[in-house]
T-cell receptor, first 118, second 110 residues
Framework: GAVVSQHPSWVICKSGTSVKIECRSL??????MFWYRQFPKQSLMLMAT?????????EQGVEKDKFLINHASLTLSTLTVTSAHPEDSSFYIC??????????????FGPGTRLTVT | GNSVTQMEGPVTLSEEAFLTINCTYT??????LFWYVQYPGEGLQLLLK?????DKGSNKGFEATYRKETTSFHLEKGSVQVSDSAVYFC?????????FGAGTILRVKS
């Protein structure tokens, strides 16, 4: 149980285009979802926290107009990288937290999406 | 602020060797501490956790003890297997957020 999927697993796009990444909790309802970014040989950096039906809360230094997050349902959150540039190339990871009584209140992680902007 | 420092890898061991991966943290208050493991091609999985000082988390032969006096949460396993090869992340939680260390690659050779 407590499986989180991401789609796509990897994507290559041209500079200036937008890319959408989906994060789904497959067998539980996620009250909160998180988006992280991971650079090579570095730790995961939290980008934003989203609760279903409300606006995401972005960490300091993360451009909310560039990284659009939508959490329209209890099982789906999307991250859209708008007007992507090569410096946006990275590994993006989502996690989902369900209610404590159903999923232990812990974060469950997706396998990540590799974005390459050319 | 809150931060986590863990030993750089890769760590390469022979099967059945003893494993230690060091992790220290800086935090305000008393955070919960975690070890996550990431196998190739998969998402991070919670390996073990401890929520207060002197707690010992354990799972699959791995152990870590929450040491407030040394602000440490070192991961140990008495006898590693090839299947333990993965990336290990130490993390702390404050409020609703996780702060991760850089990760340590473990390679176990048969």
């Amino acid at each position: 149980g407590a499986v989180v999927s991401q789609h796509p697993s990897w994507v290559i796009c041209k500079s200036g285009t937008s890319v959408k990444i989906e994060c789904r909790s497959l067998d539980f309802q996620a009250t909160t979802m998180f988006w992280y970014r991971q650079f090579p040989k570095q730790s995961l950096m939290l980008m934003a926290t989203s609760n279903e039906g409300s606006k995401a809360t972005y960490e300091q230094g993360v451009e909310k107009d560039k990284f659009l997050i939508n959490h329209a349902s209890l099982t789906l959150s999307t991250l859209t990288v708008t007007s992507a540039h090569p410096e946006d190339s990275s590994f993006y990871i989502c996690s989902a937290r369900g209610p404590a009584r159903l999923a232990g209140g812990e974060q469950y992680f997706g396998p990540g999406t590799r974005l390459t902007v050319t | 602020g809150n931060s986590v420092t863990q030993m750089e890898g890769p760590v390469t061991l022979s099967e059945e060797a003893f494993l230690t991966i060091n992790c220290t943290y800086t935090a305000t208050g008393y955070p919960s501490l975690f070890w996550y493991v990431q196998y190739p091609g998969e998402g991070l999985q919670l390996l073990l956790k401890a929520t207060k000082a002197d707690d010992k988390g354990s799972n699959k032969g791995f152990e870590a003890t929450y040491r407030k006096e040394t602000t440490s949460f070192h991961l140990e396993k008495g006898s590693v297997q090839v299947s333990d090869s993965a990336v290990y992340f130490c993390a702390l939680e404050y409020g609703n957020k996780l702060v991760f260390g850089a990760g340590t690659i473990l390679r176990v050779k048969s």
